[in-house]
């Protein structure tokens, strides 16, 4: 008969996101896995087989938590102007790093490392770009200067605004100075203006 898992899928899930967040895919070692799960060697193989597998659990807990959060507040009809809900996105992801949190998005960073090479880790992170694509596409169809654009000119805007948010979050993640960063919010207020 076998064991019962003496841990916590979801909380196992969680702390592993935070590694991975923190260090990055190919930063993340197995002893930092375990270390930060507070798992042992043959609990996490045993409850999510390889790292791999792990990181592709990790991004859907962040897709369902950050992204889904993030196109909340990009289809929040109590900001009726949807260009405010953009900004209030980029603002927001640069108040983060001004009070210390340089993590950048998980996305991003496995848009800059692992995506390079493995195909599974490129459908799930463009999966969850895509998703908040999405969410910026329906926020420039609420902003009064941008629903009259066609599908296609919104979508062209949409994916402009969305490489200026990786852009933003990944150099975040790299430590760039405030200034800049600043620059690129403010640049983003000027191309929805």
Same mark, same amino acid.
């Given at each position: 008969?076998?064991?019962?898992?003496?841990?916590?899928?979801?909380?196992?899930?969680? =702390?592993?996101?935070?590694?991975?967040?923190?260090?990055?895919? %190919?930063?993340?070692? @197995?002893?930092?896995?375990?270390?930060?799960?507070?798992?042992?060697?043959?609990?996490?193989? =045993?409850?999510?087989?390889?790292? =791999?597998?792990?990181?592709?659990?990790?991004?859907?807990?962040?897709?369902?938590?950050?992204?889904?959060?993030?196109?909340?507040?990009?289809?929040?009809?109590?900001?009726?102007?949807?260009?405010?809900?953009?900004? &209030?996105?980029?603002?927001?992801?640069?108040?983060?790093?001004?009070?210390?949190?340089?993590?950048?998005?998980?996305?991003?960073?496995? &848009?800059?490392?692992?995506?390079? +090479?493995?195909? %599974?880790? &490129?459908?799930?992170?463009?999966?969850? @770009?895509?998703?908040?694509?999405?969410?910026? +596409?329906?926020?420039?169809?609420?902003?009064?200067?941008?629903?009259?654009?066609?599908?296609?000119?919104?979508?062209?805007?949409?994916?402009?605004?969305?490489?200026?948010?990786?852009?933003?979050?990944?150099?975040? *993640?790299?430590?760039?100075?405030?200034?800049?960063?600043?620059?690129?919010? *403010?640049?983003?207020?000027?191309?929805?203006?």
């Amino acid at each position: 008969m076998a064991r019962p898992r003496s841990f916590d899928t979801d909380d196992a899930l969680e =702390k592993a996101m935070h590694v991975f967040w923190q260090r990055g895919y %190919e930063g993340a070692s @197995l002893p930092d896995l375990l270390d930060g799960m507070g798992l042992t060697r043959g609990s996490l193989y =045993k409850a999510f087989t390889d790292k =791999k597998t792990l990181f592709l659990k990790v991004l859907e807990r962040y897709e369902t938590q950050a992204v889904e959060a993030g196109v909340a507040m990009l289809s929040d009809p109590a900001v009726p102007n949807g260009a405010e809900r953009i900004m &209030a996105m980029f603002r927001g992801s640069y108040q983060n790093v001004v009070e210390g949190d340089a993590r950048g998005c998980l996305l991003c960073t496995a &848009a800059a490392g692992p995506c390079n +090479y493995d195909e %599974e880790i &490129a459908k799930a992170v463009s999966r969850g @770009l895509g998703t908040l694509r999405g969410g910026i +596409y329906v926020a420039l169809g609420a902003s009064p200067r941008h629903a009259t654009l066609s599908e296609a000119e919104r979508g062209a805007l949409a994916d402009m605004v969305l490489a200026q948010y990786v852009g933003l979050r990944t150099m975040a *993640r790299a430590r760039i100075d405030h200034g800049t960063l600043h620059n690129i919010v *403010r640049s983003v207020g000027v191309m929805l203006a």
